[in-house]
Nanobody, 122 residues
Framework: QVRLVESGGRLVQAGASLRLSCVSS????????VGWFRQNSEKDREFVAA????????IYGDAVKDRFTISRGDAENTTYLEIVRLKLEDTGVYYC???????????????WGQGTQVTVSS
């Protein structure tokens, strides 16, 4: 079975940086797409970024394109989301997910982690 675990979320000040991790147990990300989404009380689940391992492509949501970077770790079961110049509106629960097709919609992914909380203060 596939199990995804996110980590790295914490309370930070606006303008700071964070590095979130997504680690998969049960299989590697090879041949799969890994996506990051976020959600808070004011917005629907929002696409953040995705990495397609099979073709080595990255895509980003419009709201985060200039400040977020998705990358793969040395191990094929690890993906990172690096965030710089954090803003108050970045606050939310960040989820990683995997699927065969990838894309910008949450229903295109099959397996989800439980999320990691990112809180940005002024």
């Amino acid at each position: 079975q596939v199990r995804l675990v996110e980590s790295g979320g914490r309370l930070v000040q606006a303008g700071a940086s964070l590095r979130l991790s997504c680690v998969s147990s049960g299989r590697t990300f090879s041949g799969q797409a890994v996506g990051w989404f976020r959600q808070n009380s004011e917005k629907d689940r929002e696409f953040v970024a995705a990495f397609a391992y099979s073709v080595g492509m990255q895509i980003y949501g419009d709201a985060v394109k200039d400040r977020f970077t998705i990358s793969r770790g040395d191990a094929e079961n690890t993906t990172y989301l690096e965030i710089v110049r954090l803003k108050l509106e970045d606050t939310g629960v960040y989820y990683c997910a995997t699927g065969d097709s990838g894309g910008r919609s949450w229903y295109q992914y099959d397996y989800w982690g439980q999320g990691t909380q990112v809180t940005v203060s002024s």
